[in-house]
């Protein structure tokens, strides 16, 4: 099936950093979801990208659809301790089918 | 407008025991996903329903089913439990009729003993 590589693993930065992550895949996506979770609760949607090339903010984050349709970044501007969590990056294909990455760590040391 | 909420948050089976998860989404959507996330194969598709009709289905054995009712409400079912089956059970919402902006309730931890 197809799969969505999401890089880093983890990552423990220093408030105040910035932050970027990524998904990679070797398929074809149409639209792009970035999402985080809190321990014991389910995923937010933070960003939804729909077209390629996208580039949409919301507050600190940032992220953008691949021109190639095949991937997709996730940053983090000057970052504080409420954004430690797990960051899920999601493709969903012309099937209608959702596949999820991985997921990045985020650690932040006050 | 109240989230996606899936009762019961917390469940302990046995081992060849039966369960019912139920997932009631966002007031006005109509599709309904199940996810299963563990720490070793994170987040993997279960199914999705819309209408109440299984649109999409991932790659789970039969013992996994789900149904959808007519107010969008939905339950999930895993018969004959495997210690194996213990995870985070996630359902996501969402409106229209494609799939977009899943919105996710707090998720039910199953434990199977």
């Known amino acids: 099936g197809q799969q969505l590589n999401q890089s880093p693993q983890s990552m423990f930065i220093q408030e105040g950093e910035d932050v970027s992550m990524n998904c990679t895949s070797s398929?074809?996506?149409?639209?792009w979801l970035w999402y985080k979770q809190d321990p014991g609760e389910g995923p937010v949607l933070l960003i939804a990208?729909?077209?390629?090339?996208e580039l949409t903010s919301n507050g600190r984050l940032t992220a953008q659809f691949g021109i190639t349709r095949k991937d997709s970044f996730l940053n983090i501007s000057a970052s504080i301790p409420s954004d430690v969590g797990i960051y899920f990056c999601a493709g969903i294909n012309a099937g209608n089918m959702l596949t999820f990455g991985g997921g990045t760590r985020l650690m932040v040391k006050p | 407008k109240a989230g996606v909420t899936q009762t019961p948050r917390y469940l302990i089976k046995t081992r060849g025991q039966q369960v019912t998860l139920s997932c009631s989404p966002i007031s006005g959507h109509r599709s309904v996903s199940w996810y299963q996330q563990t720490p070793g194969q994170g987040l993997q598709f279960l199914f999705e329903y819309f209408s109440e009709t299984q649109r999409n289905k991932g790659n789970f054995p039969g013992r996994f089913s789900g149904r959808q009712f007519s107010n969008s409400r939905s339950e999930m079912n895993v018969s004959t439990l495997e210690l194996g089956d213990s995870a985070l059970y996630l359902c996501?919402?969402?409106?229209?009729?494609?799939?977009?902006?899943?919105?996710f309730g707090p998720g039910t931890r199953l434990t199977v003993t």
């Open positions: 990208l729909y077209k390629a090339g």
């Open positions: 398929s074809i996506f149409n639209t």
């Open positions: 996501a919402s969402s409106s229209g009729t494609a799939i977009h902006e899943q919105y």
